[in-house]
């Protein structure tokens, strides 16, 4: 499994965009990119998944360079709200496990 | 629709104590684990299943059993329980698509402390 390396904390002030870059570079062909949020005492909730360019949905966007050795997850103005911490994770298609690093713990500032 | 439903929520154990935590899911989901999340770390991965009457080993297996006798339901068990077992334990369940699995979601937990 290809290994992900990601900031271990960022602060950022409300209102502001938020962009947290996952390092991947022994990604394989078949493997995709998916982003978690985990708020405290709760469990990881699904945020976003792609496999290459540019994805975006309701809640954040994902820019995933041509080489996918990297990928960038993006939070539009984000609130106190969007405080939790924030997983990269590398997994290969048809692979049914999910393998969890340490993340990213994001704290919003008023 | 209730989703991922762990019992109980929160449990003291004495050491050498056993224990078994249920996870239910009701959206006909294949795919179900167990996840264990110490302090300050990621999760990691005990046991999952692939379907019912299937079970297999993810990556900190010891101490643990599992078994998924239904479907919809994802036993967790403790024979004897250690300090070091001393957890926050999240179950998962997910769909089983034509390019693998999909759709992951998590319970809220369940709070274990073995004195």
């Known amino acids: 499994l290809a290994k992900t390396t990601q900031p271990i904390s960022m602060d950022s002030y409300e209102g502001q965009e938020v962009n947290i870059t996952c390092s991947h570079n022994?990604?394989?062909?078949?493997?995709?990119i998916t982003w978690y949020q985990q708020f405290p005492s709760q469990g990881p909730r699904f945020i976003i998944q792609?496999?290459?360019t540019k994805v975006t949905n309701e809640v954040a966007s994902l820019f995933i360079p041509a080489d996918r050795k990297s990928s960038t997850l993006s939070l539009p103005r984000v609130s106190l709200s969007d405080t939790a911490v924030y997983y990269c994770?590398?997994?290969?298609?048809?692979?049914?496990?999910?393998?969890f690093g340490t993340g990213t713990r994001l704290t919003i500032i008023p | 629709n209730a989703g991922v439903t762990q019992t109980p929520k929160f449990r003291v154990l004495k050491t050498g104590q056993s224990m078994t935590l249920l996870c239910a899911q009701d959206m006909n989901h294949e795919y179900m684990y167990w996840y264990r999340q110490d302090p300050g770390m990621g999760l990691r991965l005990i046991h999952y299943s692939v379907g019912e009457g299937t079970t297999a080993k993810g990556e900190v297996p010891d101490g643990y059993n599992v078994s998924r006798l239904k479907k919809q339901n994802f036993l967790l068990g403790l024979e004897s329980a250690a300090p070091s077992q001393t957890s926050v334990y999240f179950c998962a369940s997910c769909a089983a698509g034509a390019s693998g699995p999909y759709g992951y979601t998590f319970g809220s937990g369940t709070r274990l402390t073995v004195v």
């Open positions: 022994n990604i394989a062909t078949n493997d995709y």
């Open positions: 792609g496999y290459k």
């Open positions: 994770l590398v997994v290969p298609f048809g692979n049914e496990k999910l393998t």
